[in-house]
């Protein structure tokens, strides 16, 4: 059983930054599709950034120029790296990661906050 656990939230200013990591317990980052999802309160879960296993990398238009997603694969970990900060990226953050079309694998999620 794949387990991915997520850190580095927290409460931050607007413009600030902050840098989310995922750790997965198997050897999966290199070989799927990886990423990072977030659900705000009363919203719906909704993409942030994703990247293949051949590297290419896609953002929703929410994101693109402030959030960059990067992957360690030697030590099965996933990075957000997320600039210039808003309040409407109030959100919790999950990793995740599809190996099939049928099995994804979630994280717990990670509480971002970020104060106006």
């Known amino acids: 059983q794949v387990q991915l656990v997520e850190s580095g939230g927290g409460l931050v200013q607007a413009g600030g930054s902050l840098r989310l990591s995922c750790a997965a317990s198997?050897?999966?980052?290199?070989?799927?599709?990886v990423g990072w999802y977030r659900q705000a309160p009363g919203k719906q879960r909704e993409f942030v950034a994703s990247?293949?296993?051949?590297?290419?990398?896609y953002y929703a238009d929410s994101v693109k120029g402030r959030f960059t997603i990067a992957r360690d694969n030697p030590r099965n970990t996933l990075f957000l790296q997320m600039n210039s900060l808003k309040p409407e990226d109030t959100a919790v953050y999950y990793c995740?990661?599809?190996?099939?079309?049928?099995?994804?694998?979630w994280g717990q999620g990670t509480q971002v906050t970020v104060s106006s």
């Open positions: 990247i293949t296993s051949g590297g290419s990398t």
């Open positions: 995740w990661c599809r190996v099939t079309s049928l099995i994804d694998y």
């Open positions: 198997g050897s999966i980052f290199s070989r799927n599709i």
